[in-house]
């Protein structure tokens, strides 16, 4: 059996907003299928909100 492993980036500077929402459920119905899911978190540089800098 294939061991099948995603990884979803959230670029949002909101890391609970409708991205990450979005990817949840993306999540959701690829656990239905047994496939792994991690959803990270990532701050870009460019990105001019200074939220996401923010711990």
């Known amino acids: ?15 609970e907003g409708n991205t990450y929402h979005a990817l949840k459920i993306m999540q959701n119905e690829f656990e239905k299928e047994e496939i792994e899911v991690e959803i990270l978190q990532e701050c870009y540089p460019w990105n001019k909100s200074r939220r996401c800098f923010k711990r």
């Not at 061991?3 to 500077?13: C, D, L, T, W």
Request: hydrophobic share 45%; net charge positive; charged share 20%.
């Open 1 to 15: 059996m294939k061991i099948i492993e995603v990884i979803a980036f959230n670029g949002s500077p909101k890391s």
